[in-house]
């Protein structure tokens, strides 16, 4: 088992930023990658980035050049930077790994097999 705890969640002014961390325990030699995801009340989660353990990333398209994702593998952490927030980020944001590959396609993206409990990112306007 992998065990997520996200922390860094905050409300935050249109415009600004935020860097949320995701702490990894458990069988980490199991993981190849780790991520983000976000998901808003009434609708589907929805992969922002995840980061592969051979240091390739990969950002859905609408959070390339805005979102970053980065890792501390010495503190087995990874960690997310929001800039330019707006009210439309407003979610909660889990961390997320995957003991298979991550994989991508036009149909989506492999599913993840651990996650954390989420933090909430509030933006106001």
């Known amino acids: 088992q992998v065990q997520l705890v996200e922390s860094g969640g905050a409300m935050v002014q249109a415009g600004g930023s935020l860097r949320l961390s995701c702490v990894a325990s458990g069988r980490l030699f199991s993981i190849n990658a780790l991520g983000w995801y976000r998901q808003v009340p009434g609708k589907e989660r929805e992969v922002v980035a995840v980061?592969?353990?051979?240091?390739?990333?990969y950002y859905a398209g609408s959070f390339l050049g805005r979102f970053f994702i980065s890792r501390d593998d010495f503190k087995n952490e990874i960690y997310l930077s929001m800039n330019n927030l707006q009210p439309d980020d407003t979610a909660s944001y889990y961390c997320?790994?995957?003991?298979?590959?991550?994989?991508?396609?036009?149909?989506?993206?492999?599913?993840?097999?651990?996650w954390g409990q989420g933090t909430q990112v509030t933006v106001s306007s």
């Open positions: 997320a790994a995957w003991s298979r590959p991550f994989l991508t396609s036009s149909d989506g993206v492999s599913p993840a097999d651990f």
């Open positions: 980061s592969r353990s051979d240091k390739t990333t």
